[in-house]
């Protein structure tokens, strides 16, 4: 005899030897070379970043990741799930550069470019250990043996040759422009990198006085006033704009002489300036004074007016945000400019400001509100700031793609449909490429739609290292080369050179030479951008590509649909040839109970091994998955927890359901599988199934067909709940207890005991991708006690060593048996309402009560066919059912829609009547309205006809109730 579950369900215990089962049987690896009927089917992860421990929300993704590359192995697809880890350039480099400043007080610039990198590396190697141990303390089977990293040397290799490619074609080029600059940091960043946060700030008015009064009008003017929100950059300012329709247009060609600086500046036209109206709804006219102080070196509206006036361009900002006289201002030579070097920007902010102030040259401030862009890493406000950067040109027609992709702008854009936002832009138009939930494609449409340029030049050491190496002196053209012209900060002529992976040789010669390669690493995403096929060995010819690409869905969060999904689309089409996807399901966010998004600052972060650790694997998965609906945010109340050793984590009362769920599946199965012994398919005959049997197998395969057609769509919450009532509510409820008495039956054992295991079978597969570890230790017993789950020629468990590889459940629609489904649902209905009774009139669960029913014949007969079922759950020794049933004074009553169940000897009748008497009050109260309702005209004609219809029955319902009460009032 096989060893019986253990009476207690202890998550560790269980997951351990669930884990060595699937590390003994290599179950997670993927096999290029395998065939497959269904073929194949692949997740590529999106890799953690290398800063940190994972949290909540890398646990959910990560689930439901798991959730589905489970069900398609189960499915017997040939799958693959891509771990690893992304290295994260200008967080990770942060994250480290704090540390040593913590810990040894020294900067990066403290170390060589070498020794600061291997620093680096040693924190990504103890923080990838750690994710990608979480991540299999999660339960996910990922073909760990395929781990890569963004920067090792498969996906390095991928990352030069996309980059020679790119260069190749014309597609990265070198441009001096106002990029988005992160002073933390001190590296630029993309548009997509910028998170812009709402800012309660001011409008200064500062007063600019006239080189020589002008009069206008009568009146003499001797300075004109600007309004800024930036008072910092006036340092920069090479001239003052208004709009050419300004009343005040004499102004034009006239001169400023700039505070502090001493600059003479020239007041210019230009459309873009806004006229100014106190009363308009527009902001910009309301706060406008129609004079604007150009700054073309420190904003991007203002750069654009400087090209158009050929103004002069003054950067006054070090790249660390201070204000400098080292990186293009000149003419700082006034005490009063002097004094402000060094300052960081908004300590200059305020002197500034305060020097207005004093100078009688401060106006007004004015309280404003606005959007203000700051880094996605550093969270600090970013600073437009004039830089040399290597960028790629999106919208760039590729004219060797024209015959695959098609050539000319995608109807109504301005997007080439060769160029690499169109790759990126087409598939969704022409519905390749699908989001789940949809309304996620609009973000990804409007996107591509409005890009710029992708500056991908860093300015970190960590990082892939820009291939380019530049020279005064034109090399050598070989085919491992390709080189462009162009020119320096000093306008002398440069040539470019970049170099195909692995000419490491010819590398060192153009060093030899004095060709000096760029100190710059390139943007995170851009290797980010070739995850999908760079990890399978692209670009070599290799087995896993043709296996394995394009992959099938991306399972990821909604703030990385422009940064990485547009990406990976774009750069799969130009270098694989192929979207790497079909499908994108963006996921929602985990908030706290309070609706704030969980965060360290916050301290309302839930560690998933805490939450491992108190409940099990299990039981997060559980919870997370059963939370998982279209919504875009869902909450998780956070509340504190104390550990063994004093500390104090949070943790959430959410996880209880889980564990919950568990503890039930644990008992409820042990119980089963403790009336398996000896069960025995060949003595299975499906001619002697009872009721019950064909019911539990009906409502089983309509849960198979639910829970696969929502998986399939990507649906969690669903299937979930599906499995759950099933499992909970028809397996455990009911049939667990009607097949009680018939296991001690041999004639009906053999019966119960196989429809049973088959039943239990099913449900621990359709379980298996949400809860793997527990399905897969009950499993393993199961295996043991009955080997072989099949109900003859009926439908089929077939065997698996293991859950993880078993064959998902198939729907038996012939199984299906909607009257016996009906049959078994009036047997509920009376077995319910006794139960009713017993509770109300508090009647110990011992005490054997006598009952009748009185109901239409059809009612009836089910009802008195059925009537040992009903004496089993309800208690009753004796029942009966029949159309002329007459009530006892001492029954208790109980109505089911056109049934009426009498409890017998369990009532006083006074205390009846008052009951009874109560409940004639209700339903008089609601039928008078519905009769007042469909007594007006105007709601018969002019409501909708399903609502009138609706009212009717409702009433038709009431009043045959009232009848009955009045019925039973009369045999009072």
């Not at 096989?2 to 269980?14: N, T």
């Not at 449909?417 to 609009?442: C, H, M, T, V």
């Not at 403790?674 to 069960?679: E, H, K, S, V």
Request: charged content about 25%; some cysteine.
């Amino acid at each position: 005899m096989a060893e019986p579950l253990a009476k207690i369900y202890e998550p560790k215990s269980i997951e351990a030897k669930a884990s060595q089962i699937w590390l003994a049987g290599n179950f997670f690896a993927a096999d290029a070379a395998a065939a497959s009927a269904k073929g194949s089917y692949t997740i590529v992860i999106p890799p953690p970043n290398v800063t940190a421990a994972l949290h909540l929300g890398h646990a959910l993704n990560n689930t439901l990741q798991d959730i589905l590359i489970r069900f398609r192995r189960m499915q017997q697809f040939n799958t693959l799930w891509m771990p690893g880890t992304d290295h994260a350039g200008i967080a990770t480099q942060t994250v480290v550069e704090k540390r040593l400043l913590a810990e040894e007080g020294k900067r990066r610039t403290d170390y060589e470019r070498d020794e600061f990198v291997g620093r680096v590396q040693a924190w990504k190697d103890e923080y990838e250990g750690r994710i990608l141990g979480q991540l299999k303390s999660m339960g996910c089977s990922c073909d760990w043996g395929r781990t890569r990293f963004t920067m090792d040397e498969v996906c390095a290799k991928a990352v030069r040759a996309n980059f020679f490619n790119l260069f190749k074609d014309g597609l990265i080029y070198r441009g001096k422009r106002l990029v988005n600059w992160d002073p933390a940091t001190q590296t630029v960043l993309a548009d997509d990198e910028v998170e812009h946060e709402t800012v309660h700030g001011h409008f200064w008015y500062l007063r600019y006085p006239l080189v020589e009064p002008v009069e206008i009008d009568g009146q003499i003017i001797d300075h004109v006033t600007v309004a800024t929100t930036r008072p910092e950059t006036m340092l920069g300012d090479t001239a003052i704009a208004m709009n050419p329709s300004d009343p005040r247009v004499a102004l034009v060609g006239k001169q400023v002489r700039l505070p502090i600086v001493g600059r003479i500046i020239p007041i210019i036209a230009d459309e873009h300036v806004v006229l100014p109206d106190p009363e308009s709804e527009d902001e910009k006219a309301k706060f406008s004074t129609g004079f604007l102080k150009v700054t073309p070196a420190h904003d991007p509206d203002d750069r654009q007016i400087g090209l158009r006036h050929d103004l002069e361009i003054i950067n006054v900002m070090a790249p660390d945000g201070s204000i400098s006289d080292k990186h293009g201002w000149e003419d700082a030579a006034t005490p009063e400019a002097q004094s402000l070097l060094g300052m960081d920007r908004f300590e200059a902010r305020e002197a500034i400001v305060e020097w207005f102030r004093t100078e009688n040259l401060l106006e007004d401030v004015r309280e404003y509100t606005h959007e203000v862009g700051h880094s996605y890493r550093s969270h600090v406000p970013i600073e437009p700031y004039l830089s040399d950067q290597w960028y790629i040109a999106v919208k760039k027609p590729i004219d060797h793609l024209a015959e695959k992709f098609g050539a000319g702008l995608i109807e109504g854009t301005d997007i080439p449909a060769n160029s690499l936002a169109g790759l990126a832009l087409k598939p969704l138009l022409d519905e390749r490429l699908r989001f789940i939930p949809p309304r996620y494609a609009k973000t990804y449409q409007t996107w591509l739609e409005d890009l710029r340029d992708w500056p991908i030049s860093r300015q970190l050491w960590w990082g892939h290292r820009i291939p380019i190496w530049s020279s005064p002196n034109q090399p050598k053209e070989v085919p491992q080369i390709a080189v462009r012209q162009g020119t320096d900060e000093n306008g002398e002529t440069v040539y470019y050179t970049c170099l195909r992976p692995g000419c490491e040789a010819i590398e060192r010669q153009l060093e030899a030479e004095g060709c000096r390669r760029d100190p710059d690493v390139l943007d995170t995403w851009f290797s980010s951008a070739l995850w999908p096929f760079s990890t399978l060995g692209w670009p070599d010819d290799v087995p896993e590509m043709k296996a394995f690409y394009p992959g099938d869905v991306l399972c990821t969060a909604r703030e990385i649909i422009t940064l990485w999904v547009s990406r990976m689309v774009m750069m799969g089409q130009y270098c694989a040839g192929d979207i790497p996807f079909k499908d994108v399901y963006i996921h929602a966010m985990i908030q706290d109970g309070q609706g704030r998004k969980m965060s360290k600052s916050l301290g309302n972060g839930i560690d998933p091994l805490v939450a491992i650790d108190s409940h099990g694997a299990d039981a997060m998965r559980f919870t997370l998955a059963s939370m998982t609906t279209d919504t875009q945010d869902i909450r998780m109340p956070v509340a504190p927890m104390e550990l063994p050793d004093g500390r104090t984590v949070n943790t959430s009362p959410k996880f209880d359901i889980g564990r919950n769920f568990c503890n039930k599946l644990w008992n409820a199965s042990r119980f089963a599988m403790m009336n398996l012994d000896g069960a025995d398919p060949e003595k299975f005959d499906a001619e002697k199934m009872d009721l019950t049997d064909k019911w539990i197998l009906s409502r089983l395969t309509r849960t198979i067909i639910a829970v696969s057609e929502d998986l399939e769509q990507f649906k969690y919450n669903e299937p979930l709940n599906a499995i759950y009532r099933f499992f909970w509510n028809d397996l455990c409820d009911w049939y667990l207890e009607w097949v009680k008495p018939r296991i001690q039956d041999e004639e009906q054992k053999p019966i119960a005991q196989n429809v049973l295991a088959f039943a239990l079978d099913q449900t621990l597969r359709l379980l298996h991708p949400f809860i793997p570890f527990i399905t897969e230790g009950i499993f393993q017993n199961l295996n043991s006690i009955a080997p072989v789950r099949k109900l003859n020629a009926l439908a089929d468990a077939p065997a698996a060593e293991a859950i993880i590889i078993a064959q998902w459940p198939q729907a038996v629609r012939s199984l299906i048996d909607e009257q016996t489904e009906r049959q078994i649902s009036a047997v509920q209905n009376c077995i319910r309402a006794i139960r009713e009774i017993r509770n109300k009139y508090n009647i110990a669960p011992t005490r054997k009560l006598n009952a009748s029913a009185k109901a239409p014949q059809a009612a009836a007969d089910i009802l008195n066919q059925n009537a040992d079922l009903i004496g089993n759950l309800a208690g009753v020794e004796q029942f009966s059912a029949a159309t002329d049933m007459d009530k006892a004074a001492d029954s208790a009553a109980a109505i089911i829609e056109d049934v009426q169940i009498y409890v017998h000897g369990v009532i006083d009748p006074q205390a009846e009547r008052k009951r009874l008497e109560k409940k004639k009050q209700q339903l008089e109260n609601g039928i008078k309205p519905l009769l007042a309702k469909l007594g007006n005209e105007n709601f018969v004609t002019r409501a909708k006809p399903q609502v009138v219809e609706q009212a009717g029955r409702r009433l038709k319902e009431l009043t045959e109730q009232l009848e009955a009460v009045d019925k039973h009032l009369a045999e009072l």
